[in-house]
């Protein structure tokens, strides 16, 4: 199909200094974009814009692609896209693997008579140039292949007049920094599942309606029935105040009791074996770290010293900290006397319909990458995204992935305590992490060690961290 061009002035003599109404462009596909911004900061600028596509209608298996760009006739340079997917076209980017599918452009799936819209921002090295350019869209109809199929082009300004941020303060930064979120990726590896039976004090005997066990029992048995279980594991823990020989003996009888149990009630397990260990210390780590009790840090360090014998540690809680202590044997201690049977089946990637509906009734069955392709599907920084990716760290608590984003949605919430909680235990060498931590230190005021963040984490690819590095060096001239 031939390829068309179709050129749309909106004559404007300044961008920033006209009314909202002036600045708002609204193309033939329905496509309305306003609160056009541009600032100048320190050697870079900022431009950014409102997508709506609440109008814009499109087939199932195309796409539009949306490209802004600067030019002043001579100098030109491309900004990412904004790619919207109707639903088929969205299934496959979700599917194609990261040289195929650039990260540096937005994909939004287009819901069906929805309101939908976007925020765009994107911060380039400012050229002397882009005082006289123009700020112009390019838009292309896309279906198999990607390829365009017709275009447009929509001027939206002029920019004779680049505006200069005003003076940046520390109560500013969640609302003027950029975050790094980490995007796990779907592989095809076995996935695991893990269900606890819990054991009265000092027994070893199932007790089928004692605490959750029915539930779980319940849920193990469709588990086994409906998932390809490649093998699976059954490890008893004891709490961690009994003598350590017997937990270890208890421990033991737990996980032979439940094996057996499981056997007499026509459950099979296939390829399975049989463990134990006297105290389960991650599980009472990751209970402490998900907690507001005082000084769970202090306790998890107490866990973590390698100097102190296992046998010894609840015997130096209980010493060194009697309130926590009482609290964590009467509401914790319970929920480590347990036999863990963990599935280890092949993960099943999910569609998107069927994601959604599981997030809906049984969020902890989907895998982490499947937590994330919904997410996408919103405005990252949006209350939809921020409240999937908490959903994401209540399930994998484990993921630097998961612990990295919530981090950032607490900084954006100006939780910065939160955020360093998040980011505790994060490798010190994962970039978006680094970006993160560097935020944290411009937080507190400690400008030195915030650059050294930001250089580190520009250097590994980081593209926010170039943009707040930036800030932080016209916040670092204010002050000084």
Known sequence: MKTYIKLLFIATASLLIHSAEAQIVISDNGLRISDISTQQIGNRMDVSMAVDMSQLKIKSNHS?????????????????????DGRRRSIVHLRKSDEQFPTSDIYVRRLKNKEQVISYEYDMPYESWMQNAEFALREEWCACHDMPYSEDIITIATMPTVQKQAPIEVK??????????????????LQSSTFDIYFPVNKSQIESNFMDNSSSLDQLRKAVQSQDVESVKLVGYASPEGAYSFNSRLASARAEHTANYLKDNNISLPNSSIASGPIDWSKLREMLLSSYISNYLKIAAIIDDASIKPENKNKVIREQFPLEYNFMLRTWYPKLRTTAITLS????VKNLTEAKATLRSNPEELSLADIYMIALTFEKGSKEWNDIVILAVENYPNSNEARVNAANVAIANGNYTKAAEYLNGVPQNMPEAINSRGILAMANGNYAEAKQLFEEAQKAGVSEATYNLTLLNELMKAKA
């Open 64 to 84: 539009l692609r949306v490209t802004p760009y600067l030019t002043d006739g001579r100098e030109i340079i491309q900004m990412p896209a904004i790619i919207i």
């Open 172 to 189: 500013d930064l969640a609302s003027k920094t950029k975050l790094a979120y980490a995007i796990p990726k779907q592989e095809n590896t």
């Open 345 to 348: 089946h092949k993960a099943k």
